[in-house]
């Protein structure tokens, strides 16, 4: 975490094109290319372990332009 702003790694394509699109973000390939005008918004970001092995999956909710 930079600047109290969480980040994800090794996001898939599809993927993160839908989670820009449901946070209204745009994607940027370097941290250092954020602005504030490329933020998207969730009202709740969570992580949540499960299984033997512990694998995480990350729930991003309450997006603004969700479906």
Excluded at 5 to 10: E, K, N
Excluded at 26 to 40: A, C, D, N
Aim: charged residues 25%.
């Amino acid at each position: 975490m930079q600047n109290e702003l969480p980040a994800v790694r090794w996001v898939g394509g599809v993927e993160i094109e839908l989670l820009a699109i449901a946070t209204g973000a745009r994607i940027v390939p370097r941290f250092s290319e954020l602005t504030p005008e490329k933020l998207g918004s969730a009202g709740r970001v969570r992580e949540v372990s499960f299984g033997t092995t512990k694998d995480r999956m990350l729930f991003v909710e309450e997006c603004q332009n969700s479906k």
